[in-house]
């Protein structure tokens, strides 16, 4: 007997049956292989979006919050830091570079960050890779502006162009800059950062911005125009937190400790590593349950393959019957139905890995525009080979139920029953 020809004979025979049991877990694998894959996909963009910073120094707040908002621009400060302050602490011999970061401001829905040309020369992403312009250079002039990837692709901005900040970090504002147009004089290369969805001005800009803003409001009486601004010395009076970068990493905990210890104004500096390692502990809970979730769903599927060949069972009492007659031994019949079901399921988990590539290549447009994720185009991870191999495996122990209930089956009933 020729074991392969009769189960894909047989499976040919129920087509319908079939390829809607081989859809429904064909789109279960894809879900589970597209969780897994958002989740290893956030951490990396996560992790890579600083690299070479050793410590962020903002006001006393907590590790999180400082991280979210000084990195990833996610809320708000509680504080801001002086800029005494930052000079004072800027000049600590164990320091090689700083950066500061003042933020407040927004662009159609993206972050405003002022900061210095230092940002440029020594902030780093991924594995330590530098910002690269594609086009145009770093801010030069008090109304010059430098964009991010996504922020010149969204809005088609070139070099040239004209922009009008906000003040506030709402997506719709009513308290524009009017009266202080700003002009893209640089462009810089995709990241896969929040960088890329970032407006950079001067810190000097900043400050211009709000020369004749008190409380949150424009004063009309002390109006200050773009042109005498530009005859002003403007400096900083605060911002909101900056980064740094040792001679030796060996000094980072007395640097720490100092920072924390600061008798001035009330200053908190954090490991960036140490915290983003905190930010998944938290996030691992919610991991877990959408794995959970999403193997749940594969279940679904299996168990619906289980109900399809349960009840095709009783339609097949004859074929198995006539199987029987020809010489076919119980354990035959239970062996065909669990390779049926195995096959079933090895069909369903490669159609689910195209699905899964094919809702990568779609979405992935969507995802990096609206929620600033880069999902990558790569090969299958060793996690989601035994997710597959455990389906697999779980695909023919289902097929176990069906085969010992017509491994019971005896001659005479179903030839009975059929006939």
């Not at 005859?231 to 060996?250: C, Q, Y």
Request: glycine share 8%; net charge positive.
């Amino acid at each position: 007997m020729i074991l392969p020809g009769l189960v894909s004979k047989s499976l040919l025979n129920r087509s319908d049956t079939a390829l809607l049991t081989i859809f429904t877990i064909g789109l279960s694998v894809a879900l589970l292989l597209g969780v897994e894959k958002i989740r290893q996909d956030t951490r990396y963009s996560f992790t890579n979006t600083v690299s070479g910073t050793d410590l962020i120094v903002g006001a006393r707040s907590g590790n999180l919050p400082l991280l979210l908002y000084s990195v990833f621009h996610i809320g708000n400060a509680s504080n801001n830091i002086s800029w005494e302050s930052y000079q004072r602490i800027r000049k600590n011999k164990n320091i090689a570079w700083s950066i500061p970061i003042s933020l407040g401001d927004s662009h159609r829905g993206h972050r405003v960050m002022g900061t210095n040309e230092d940002y440029f020369r020594f902030y780093r992403h991924g594995k330590n890779q530098p910002l690269n312009f594609s086009y145009g250079k770093p801010f030069n002039d008090l109304f010059d502006v430098v964009i991010g990837a996504d922020v010149a692709q969204k809005h088609r901005y070139t070099i040239g162009k004209k922009l009008i900040l906000s003040h506030g970090v709402g997506k719709a504002s009513l308290s524009n800059h009017k009266d202080k147009p700003f002009v893209v004089v640089g462009i810089l290369k995709r990241t896969g950062t929040p960088v890329d969805r970032t407006v950079h001005v001067s810190l000097q800009a900043i400050e211009a911005l709000h020369l004749d803003w008190q409380k949150g409001y424009k004063n009309p009486i002390h109006s200050i125009s773009a042109e005498q601004t530009l005859k002003l010395e403007l400096e900083p009076k605060t911002i909101t937190a900056f980064m740094v970068g040792l001679n030796s990493r060996l000094d980072v905990f007395n640097l720490q400790r100092s920072i924390n210890l600061y008798n001035k104004e009330p200053l908190l500096a954090i490991l960036p590593g140490a915290t983003l390692q905190e930010l998944w502990g938290l996030f691992s809970v919610a991991e877990s349950a959408l794995l959970i979730i999403a193997a749940f769903v594969v279940l679904s599927g299996l168990l619906g393959m289980l109900a399809a060949i349960l009840s095709g069972l009783n339609e097949r009492r004859r074929e198995l019957a006539i199987l029987r007659s020809v010489g076919a031994r119980p354990r035959h019949i239970l062996i065909m139905l669990c390779a049926e079901s195995g096959l079933l399921t090895a069909v369903g988990i490669m159609s689910g890995i195209a699905f899964y590539y094919l809702a990568v290549i779609i979405t992935t447009p969507f995802l990096e525009s609206h929620f600033g994720l880069t999902l990558t185009l790569t090969g299958l991870h060793l996690n989601n080979v035994y997710m597959l191999l455990i389906t697999q495996f779980s695909g023919i122990a289902i097929g176990l139920i069906p085969g010992i209930k017509a491994y019971r089956m005896t001659l005479n009933n179903g030839i009975t029953i059929r006939l």
